[in-house]
């Protein structure tokens, strides 16, 4: 897989009712401590000096999720985030992977519904997350086209 993946579609909806939940579960749930997840860090002879989200600063994402906002953390991993009357109802990534991957695992359990946001990597992999009924699921896929009759 590359290096580099945008969003092409979503079908994603939380509502403002919620965000706090969220972020709540997510410190609760040990997020901001979770090194074995945080793919980003800092190594001095061979040794793991310190862990964080890659591309997250971790003080700005402890913060946004001690005050609730969910907005803020999305955009903290690099998301632009589309929001209607407080809801999240679109995402755009045109970035590095990072562990956008692990926010999504993490908000899964604490997000009803169902959700799917659908990526595309520079070598031209078709992904998706999909959240439903609180289970995070990473499925692939591929576009096909037929062949027009003659």
Known sequence: MGYYVRILRTDIHIPASIHGDICKHLLSTGFLTNDAAMHGGSFRDGKCEARWYS????????RHLHFGDLVA????????????????V???????TGNELELFKSIAPAL?????????????????????????????GEVVFEDPQP
């Open 73 to 88: 953390v999305f955009k903290d991993f690099g998301f632009t985030v589309a929001t209607l009357h407080g809801a999240i």
């Open 112 to 140: 009803p519904g169902n959700h799917w946001v659908q990526f595309i990597g520079e070598e031209g992999e078709h992904y998706r997350y999909v959240i439903r009924n609180h289970k995070f699921h990473e499925v692939y």
């Open 55 to 62: 591309w997250v600063d971790m003080d700005t994402l402890a």
């Open 90 to 96: 679109d995402l755009e990534y045109d970035n590095k």
